[in-house]
């Protein structure tokens, strides 16, 4: 039997960034706060409080004065960074660059689209951290969708910038952009820009893991229940390959999938920790085969 664990999965460099900040001070037995959960996987979660790292939500966060509080790679709006000047609050900052980049430039379009009565269009998922953190840059104007039937609700008629979520589908993401584009031509409008902003470290992974999921008779894909990246991977591994089970703890590996195959592939999420796809293979191999 051969099992492999996915080489291109496992956390992407603004997490592996963000871990880090943390572990360094921690290590240096420093008192640290996480602004949310500084990766949607709980085993890490977990670890990371064993080391002693605090996680608060947006609530406790404005209570909180004097104390080191790392913002996740996700980033975050700019409120927050006004309630951490007035509560004397130091900012370990780990949203990823890739985002910070992102932040700039919704902010940019969403100062030229107020010159000519536009709209920023975000496609992405209105509750996840990095679009609250996006939206923030347009004062929360910004119009946020994400399928082309949702779109279908907004008469767009006057300038549109359209961004991504970096985690989204790259085939969507085009099927939108054709949509408001043709849209805007019918109402006369070619006053029109979309910034791919999916992350490459998630669209190359979208190819990869079908090649995976179909080199493999099974597939165990690992990942958080909260993480959206999760589940739009694994979704890509079900459609490749019938036989793809999610798991989110060791507990949810059933032996039973195992039977009268050759071959097994673990893959994960750019949330899920390289060390919980080694245990998954070990247990497999431990328990199962
Ligand atoms: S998925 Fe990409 S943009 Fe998002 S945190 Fe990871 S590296 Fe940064």
Redesign the pocket.
């Known amino acids: 039997m051969r099992i492999d664990v996915d080489p291109f999965s496992g956390f992407?460099?603004?997490?592996v960034h963000a871990v880090r900040t943390a572990e360094e001070l921690l290590d240096k037995g420093d008192e640290l706060y996480c602004l949310g959960e500084i990766v949607h996987n709980q085993q890490e979660v977990d670890r990371l409080k064993a080391k002693g790292l605090v996680f608060i939500d947006h609530e406790a966060f404005k209570t909180l004065q004097n104390v080191n509080v790392l913002i996740r790679?996700h980033g975050e709006p700019p409120e927050t960074y006004q309630i951490a000047q007035q509560n004397n609050i130091n900012i370990i900052d780990a949203s990823?660059k890739?985002?910070l980049g992102l932040q700039r430039k919704v902010k940019r379009a969403w100062e030229e689209m107020q010159e000519k009565n536009g709209q920023v269009v975000i496609f992405g998922k209105s509750e996840h951290p990095e679009v609250i953190g996006l939206n923030g840059q347009t004062d929360e104007n910004a119009i946020i969708i994400r399928s082309v039937s949702e779109a279908k609700q907004f008469d767009f008629k006057t300038p549109v910038r359209l961004f991504a979520q970096?985690?989204m589908s790259i085939h969507v993401y085009e099927r939108l952009k054709d949509y408001i584009s043709e849209l805007l031509s019918k109402n006369d409008c070619d006053d029109f820009k979309a910034y791919n902003s999916i992350?490459k470290?998630?669209s190359n992974r979208e190819a990869h893991i079908q090649e995976f999921a179909e080199e493999h008779d099974v597939i165990v894909f690992a990942g958080g229940k909260n993480s959206s990246n999760a589940k739009f991977l694994f979704s890509i591994c079900k459609e490749a390959n019938e036989k793809s089970y999610f798991i989110s703890e060791l507990g949810d590996i059933s032996c039973e999938w195992f039977k009268n195959i050759d071959s097994i592939g673990i893959s994960g999420a750019?949330s899920t920790p390289q060390w919980f796809m080694e245990q998954v293979k070990q247990k497999i191999e431990h328990e199962c085969i």
């Open positions: 992407c460099f603004g997490v790679a990823c890739v985002v970096t985690t992350c470290q998630v750019t």
